[in-house]
């Protein structure tokens, strides 16, 4: 089964409007979790690392002020994107090491923005 | 900087026929390579962890091997529904757990 789940699967929002999509390991603890981004037909564009109890790590080119991560507990991540525009219109996937080096994903999330 | 290339892009086969998709590399130290399977509108699902030059692994109808500088997913008398985009990774001996990506193969079978 699932082992790492997002919420929600999919939004549509308005321009101008925040929206928080969150992550979250079932049944372990995760203290690193990452957030991808990926565009239709490309691969995994890594966002940011989000560490249990202190600030994530921003990839070159991301803006943190843009993209906040939260990751408040040990089994939860949230991605807050704020002021939302057509162009941050993508799909978003976190994942969460378990078994040694080893990432498993979450479903992922389809943001839409209006 | 690890490196990852896969080909082909894309890839037609007809139910049956039997092919190989590669992934190459370039890691100061290989963790570890990983193999995944994604379907449109959802996230990576794992497949192989590999170590080891030699190392195989096999689930169903893929086998996936490595060696030094390659990797390879076998996928023998494929069916339809083996039709996904697969994405090979590599994680270096550096200090975090942060694999580097390739762009994908795209499957599909015909039946």
């Known amino acids: 089964g699932a082992v790492v789940s997002q919420h929600p699967s999919w939004v549509i929002c308005k321009s101008g409007t925040s929206v928080k999509i969150e992550c979250r390991s079932l049944?372990?603890?995760?203290?690193?979790m990452f957030w991808y981004r990926q565009f239709p037909k490309q691969s995994l564009m890594l966002m940011a690392t989000s560490n249990e109890g202190s600030k994530a790590t921003y990839e070159q080119g991301v803006e943190k002020d843009k993209f906040l991560i939260n990751h408040a507990s040990l089994t939860l991540s949230t991605l807050t994107v704020t002021s939302a525009h057509p162009e941050d219109s993508s799909f978003y996937i976190c994942?969460?090491?378990?078994?040694?080096?080893?990432?498993?994903f979450g479903p992922g999330t389809r943001l839409l923005v209006l | 900087e690890d490196q990852v290339t896969q080909s082909p892009e894309a890839l037609r086969l007809q139910e049956g026929e039997s092919s190989s998709l590669n992934c190459s590399y370039t890691v100061s130290g290989l963790r570890g390579l990983f193999w995944y399977r994604q379907d449109p509108g959802k996230g990576p699902e794992f497949l192989f962890t590999l170590y080891s030059a030699g190392e195989e692994k096999e689930k169903e109808r893929l086998k996936a091997t490595l060696t030094k500088k390659e990797s390879f997913l076998h996928i023998t008398a494929p069916k339809p529904e083996d039709s996904a985009t697969y994405l090979c990774?590599?994680?270096?001996?550096?200090?975090?757990?942060?694999?580097?990506f390739g762009r994908g193969t795209s499957l599909i079978v015909h039946p």
């Open positions: 994942s969460a090491p378990i078994i040694q080096e080893t990432q498993y």
């Open positions: 990774a590599v994680q270096g001996e550096g200090g975090s757990y942060i694999p580097t």
């Open positions: 049944d372990f603890q995760a203290t690193t």
